[in-house]
């Protein structure tokens, strides 16, 4: 059995730093870690998704919001900006955060699970069995 424990960013100090801000990135200043950020246009599909989701929380207080350790990328950062108490990171678990969501909604919640395409393969499963089975309403 072996067992590595990694550090993020390891040997490169901005991406020590800041782990959830390396993911990918566009052009940055390698001395600095500061990415170079296009100029602002419209909106982000990001943007938009977390400032509608906050729009309906204002109106729903059953409305919560999940992400496995990506808020910056899904939108859940700016949505707990609002809503601290209303937003939950478990981290790299996504077959947590489906499970966790799938019982918030067995409990009455709304919860709306945001994770990358790329990752939710880990809770595919969970999809499957924790919440199309049971028809729940996790979004």
């Known amino acids: 059995l072996l067992h590595l424990k990694t550090n993020k960013g390891y040997g490169y100090p901005p ?6 801000k390396m993911h990918g990135v566009a052009k940055f200043n390698l001395g600095t870690g500061a990415q170079i950020k296009a100029k602002p246009g419209n909106p982000s599909l990001t943007s938009i ?19 496995a350790a ?8 700016i949505f707990g900006r609002r809503f601290p108490k209303r937003t939950f990171d478990v981290g790299i678990a996504e077959q947590h955060a489906v499970t966790m ?6 409990e009455g919640l709304k919860p709306f ?3 990358y395409s790329t990752f939710m393969q880990r809770g595919y499963d ?11 309403p996790a979004r």
């Open 113 to 115: 699970c945001c994770i």
């Open 49 to 67: 998704f977390a400032n509608s989701l906050i729009d309906a929380a204002t109106e729903d207080r059953t409305i919560v919001g999940i992400t």
């Open 126 to 136: 969970q999809v499957v069995h924790d919440v199309a089975i049971q028809n729940l």
């Open 101 to 106: 969501a799938a019982g918030m909604a067995c």
């Open 15 to 20: 991406a020590e730093q800041a782990s959830d």
């Open 70 to 77: 990506m808020p910056g990328g899904t939108g859940m950062d």
